[in-house]
């Protein structure tokens, strides 16, 4: 912890990022990701891996804790008759059992797939069915309610084991079972044939299928998009290349580890390079549980760094003016040391020593209520970013690094390094793969090992997704500077074409506008149209503050969104994001979103994005209504 400190205290010195060095070594050897577990066990034995906190006490496990509890769940699996080949799906939120479940079915020989905890049952189905799901391990009694609905719908699946038998303890049924039970299961098994498991994962090939990442299906069905072994370990060692970590780093675990962004960038890169990963109590908890962590290394979507900059300028409008006045002095000097590093400019010694004052009056206390008071650096990928936002965290003393990649390959495929950081843009192509624009249309290519295997199940969209040379068609359009760095412009077919001619890419204005602390999402619309309007979605916590203190009067969170005020203080947003565009590109009306919005809803993506074509359908009569 104390060399940690210390590391935070240095990494505040903005104009030296020495401590950011990628690093090209082999951590672990291991060419599947279950032989590099296991290598990985052997290596690092009693010392700490995983932390999770539980009736508000952290308790940790170590490698050896861990592949105990892999080694009783493999072999259970194969006392169930768990072929290699066969596939197990997760349905969780993010958890200790999440990951042993995983790296469990990998040891097995098997496919390991991921579900998000806020599908509804006959999603469950889709997945399950499709990816012909054999045994499926679900966290609670809420989630087994999903998988009984729809069971008899899978001949395939043979059992059902739970995590968490809370509420469950009459439970009786022959297909159903507890994870502590399976456990045991797994114990009698190993104990009658001794390093079986281990064989079964000494034969899997680097080419076999490991896991099967199902996209949100924004566009139609999901499609479980493959990745291999070779794929997956190749990426892992590659991460490293861009954003370095080690054993003695701390990480935190809260983004759904059916997603590409925590399972890749999350557990598969801490299993490789030994950091220590914090899994949170609940979402609701992030907040207050990453002030308890203090990660040193943190990756999380726009959004949540969105709302920690939210909540620092709302407590800035309570703070009183003394406060306001340190804070505005200190943020400038960040901000003028920021331009000097971002331009390549040598820092002034006068700067330095301001910049020192300047956290010690306020910065350090900024970094502590977020709880990047010890982080050497924070990674933001899955949706584009506000460059103001990066520079805001850059002037605290913490850079923001922002990667780009997309689940079809291994996450990350560009990353800006701590050396050249430039807002806006994604970086350059990531050293392990290759990366052009599609000379015709501006679409970003990708082309490596990293790539995935292809849509099971669906040869058609593959062949759609990858040419004849090997490039990935990501359906992303950019641009790339002299430097090789490139930006992400828009979605190809998110991008508007006014009835004037004129092109918009809609993303920029929605990070603007998102930007502030009112405004937690965004849709632009306007194609074919004579001019731009918007729907909102209101940051409610930070706006029913606003009219508490103002003493405007609702009820519930609709008539908070009707409420006069309420439109106004949006206006004024619309108002500061109109003036950085022409007149063309300015947004005329728009009108907020009435229903409060959870994952749950068909509405916003896994990763709490608006689903554009969906809003677009959906309230097409109020969009209608904005150009009447």
């Given at each position: 912890?104390?060399?940690?400190?210390?590391?935070?205290?240095?990494?505040?010195?903005?104009?030296?990022?020495?401590?950011?060095?990628?690093?090209?070594?082999?951590?672990?050897?291991?060419?599947?990701?279950?032989?590099?577990?296991?290598?990985?066990?052997?290596?690092?034995?009693?010392?700490?891996?995983?932390?999770?906190?539980?009736?508000?006490?952290?308790?940790?496990?170590?490698?050896?804790?861990?592949?105990?509890?892999?080694?009783?769940?493999?072999?259970?699996?194969?006392?169930?008759?768990?072929?290699?080949?066969?596939?197990?799906?997760?349905?969780?939120?993010?958890?200790?059992?999440?990951?042993?479940?995983?790296?469990?079915?990998?040891?097995?020989?098997?496919?390991?797939?991921?579900?998000?905890?806020?599908?509804?049952?006959?999603?469950?189905?889709?997945?399950?069915?499709?990816?012909?799901?054999?045994?499926?391990?679900?966290?609670?009694?809420?989630?087994?309610?999903?998988?009984?609905?729809?069971?008899?719908?899978?001949?395939?699946?043979?059992?059902?084991?739970?995590?968490?038998?809370?509420?469950?303890?009459?439970?009786?049924?022959?297909?159903?079972?507890?994870?502590?039970?399976?456990?045991?299961?797994?114990?009698?098994?190993?104990?009658?044939?001794?390093?079986?498991?281990?064989?079964?994962?000494?034969?899997?090939?680097?080419?076999?299928?490991?896991?099967?990442?199902?996209?949100?299906?924004?566009?139609?069905?999901?499609?479980?998009?493959?990745?291999?072994?070779?794929?997956?370990?190749?990426?892992?060692?590659?991460?490293?290349?861009?954003?370095?970590?080690?054993?003695?780093?701390?990480?935190?675990?809260?983004?759904?580890?059916c997603h590409i962004a925590e399972r890749m960038g999350g557990e598969y890169s801490a299993l490789y390079t030994g950091a220590k990963l914090n899994f949170v109590e609940n979402p609701e908890t992030v907040p207050e549980n990453v002030r308890e962590i203090a990660p040193t290394v943190f990756t999380a979507v726009p959004r949540v760094w969105e709302k920690f900059y939210s909540g620092?300028?709302?407590?800035?409008?309570?703070?009183?003016?003394?406060?306001?006045?340190?804070?505005?002095?200190?943020?400038?000097?960040?901000?003028?040391?920021?331009?000097?590093?971002?331009?390549?400019?040598?820092?002034?010694?006068?700067?330095?020593?301001?910049?020192?004052?300047?956290?010690?009056?306020?910065?350090?206390?900024?970094?502590?209520?977020?709880?990047?008071?010890?982080?050497?650096?924070?990674?933001?990928?899955?949706?584009?970013?506000?460059?103001?936002?990066?520079?805001?965290?850059?002037?605290?003393?913490?850079?923001?690094?922002?990667?780009?990649?997309?689940?079809?390959?291994?996450?990350?495929?560009?990353?800006?390094?701590?050396?050249?950081?430039?807002?806006?843009?994604?970086?350059?192509?990531?050293?392990?793969?290759?990366?052009?624009?599609?000379?015709?249309?501006?679409?970003?290519?990708?082309?490596?090992?990293?790539?995935?295997?292809?849509?099971?199940?669906?040869?058609?969209?593959?062949?759609?997704?990858?040419?004849?040379?090997?490039?990935?068609?990501?359906?992303?359009?950019?641009?790339?500077?002299?430097?090789?760095?490139?930006?992400?412009?828009?979605?190809?077919?998110?991008?508007?074409?006014?009835?004037?001619?004129?092109?918009?890419?809609?993303?920029?204005?929605?990070?603007?506008?998102?930007?502030?602390?009112?405004?937690?999402?965004?849709?632009?619309?306007?194609?074919?149209?004579?001019?731009?309007?918007?729907?909102?979605?209101?940051?409610?916590?930070?706006?029913?503050?606003?009219?508490?203190?103002?003493?405007?009067?609702?009820?519930?969170?609709?008539?908070?969104?009707?409420?006069?005020?309420?439109?106004?203080?949006?206006?004024?947003?619309?108002?500061r994001v109109n003036a950085k565009f022409a007149r063309v590109e300015q947004i005329k009306k728009f009108f907020l979103l009435e229903t409060q919005l959870s994952a749950e809803d068909e509405e916003l993506t896994p990763t709490m994005k608006l689903k554009r074509k969906l809003i677009e359908k959906k309230y097409a009569e109020r969009i209608e209504a904005l150009y009447r």
């Open positions: 912890m104390e060399e940690k400190e210390e590391l935070a205290v240095n990494m505040g010195q903005l104009w030296d990022l020495s401590h950011i060095q990628p690093r090209t070594e082999i951590v672990v050897p291991g060419e599947t990701i279950s032989a590099m577990f296991w290598e990985a066990v052997a290596k690092r034995g009693n010392t700490t891996w995983l932390r999770q906190k539980q009736l508000g006490i952290w308790r940790s496990h170590s490698w050896a804790a861990v592949a105990q509890g892999v080694r009783e769940i493999g072999h259970g699996l194969l006392d169930l008759g768990f072929a290699p080949g066969d596939t197990a799906s997760i349905l969780s939120n993010t958890v200790v059992d999440w990951v042993l479940a995983d790296l469990a079915v990998l040891s097995a020989g098997g496919v390991a797939n991921g579900i998000y905890p806020t599908d509804a049952a006959s999603q469950v189905h889709y997945l399950c069915e499709d990816s012909r799901t054999r045994l499926l391990f679900v966290e609670d009694d809420e989630q087994l309610d999903k998988a009984l609905q729809v069971r008899a719908q899978l001949p395939a699946l043979t059992k059902i084991v739970v995590f968490d038998m809370e509420g469950l303890r009459g439970l009786d049924d022959p297909d159903v079972m507890s994870l502590a039970a399976l456990r045991e299961r797994g114990r009698a098994h190993a104990a009658a044939h001794p390093g079986l498991l281990e064989q079964r994962a000494a034969a899997c090939r680097p080419e076999d299928l490991a896991i099967l990442v199902y996209t949100s299906g924004t566009t139609g069905k999901p499609k479980g998009a493959m990745h291999s072994h070779r794929a997956l370990v190749y990426a892992a060692r590659g991460y490293n290349t861009l954003v370095a970590q080690d054993a003695t780093d701390e990480r935190m675990c809260f983004l759904p580890l620092v300028m709302i407590a800035l409008k309570d703070a009183s003016r003394l406060q306001q006045a340190a804070y505005g002095w200190s943020i400038a000097v960040g901000q003028r040391i920021a331009d000097d590093v971002l331009a390549g400019r040598p820092v002034a010694a006068a700067d330095k020593a301001r910049f020192r004052i300047a956290r010690w009056l306020a910065l350090d206390n900024v970094r502590k209520l977020i709880g990047i008071h010890r982080a050497r650096y924070l990674v933001t990928g899955a949706a584009p970013i506000s460059p103001d936002l990066v520079r805001w965290y850059l002037a605290l003393g913490v850079p923001m690094l922002e990667v780009w990649g997309m689940t079809e390959t291994c996450g990350a495929a560009t990353g800006v390094p701590a050396a050249r950081m430039k807002p806006g843009s994604i970086g350059p192509a990531a050293n392990f793969n290759e990366v052009r624009l599609d000379p015709a249309t501006g679409e970003l290519l990708v082309r490596g090992p990293n790539v995935f295997m292809g849509y099971l199940n669906q040869p058609e969209k593959t062949a759609e997704a990858i040419d004849a040379e090997g490039w990935l068609h990501t359906g992303d359009v950019g641009t790339v500077d002299a430097e090789g760095y490139y930006r992400i412009t828009d979605r190809m077919k998110d991008v508007i074409i006014t009835a004037g001619g004129k092109n918009i890419t809609p993303s920029e204005l929605e990070n603007e506008l998102k930007f502030s602390p009112y405004i937690t999402d965004a849709v632009v619309i306007g194609d074919r149209r004579a001019y731009l309007t918007a729907i909102v979605m209101i940051d409610q916590e930070n706006v029913e503050k606003f009219a508490q203190d103002a003493d405007v009067p609702f009820s519930n969170y609709a008539s908070l969104t009707r409420s006069p005020e309420v439109l106004a203080l949006i206006q004024q947003e619309f108002d």
